[in-house]
């Protein structure tokens, strides 16, 4: 069984800052990608950010400059750090895993119940 348990979620005022973290536990023979996914009411869950297990990024322009993605891949750990942030990023946000479970495995997508931020005055 493998979990993802998000924190850092939380209300703040326009060009506040959060840091959001994510851990991956359990039955885990490898993570490749790791990365961060929003749903703002009435639209469509979108990628924010992603990051290889070799460091390679994406990430939304809407968020460049002002999000930053890193992994501690000892630790299986992905994490979010947020600055100047605006009421658009309003949204749960849900970290997303592609996991193999095992060497023969193929990879699985694993997701976090999702922690929600909410940026207003």
């Known amino acids: 069984q493998v979990q993802l348990v998000e924190s850092g979620g939380g209300l703040v005022q326009p060009g506040g800052s959060l840091r959001l973290s994510c851990a991956a536990s359990?039955?885990?023979?490898?993570?490749?990608?790791m990365g961060w996914y929003r749903q703002a009411p009435g639209k469509e869950r979108e990628l924010v950010a992603a990051?290889?297990?070799?460091?390679?990024?994406n990430r939304v322009d809407s968020v460049k400059g002002r999000f930053t993605i890193s992994r501690d891949n000892a630790k299986n750990t992905v994490y979010l750090q947020m600055i100047s942030l605006k009421p658009e990023d309003t949204a749960v946000y849900y970290c997303n895993a592609r996991i193999k479970i095992r060497y023969t495995s193929p990879e699985y997508n694993y997701w976090g119940q999702g922690t929600q931020v909410a940026v207003s005055s």
């Open positions: 359990g039955s885990i023979f490898s993570i490749n990608a």
């Open positions: 990051i290889t297990s070799g460091g390679s990024i």
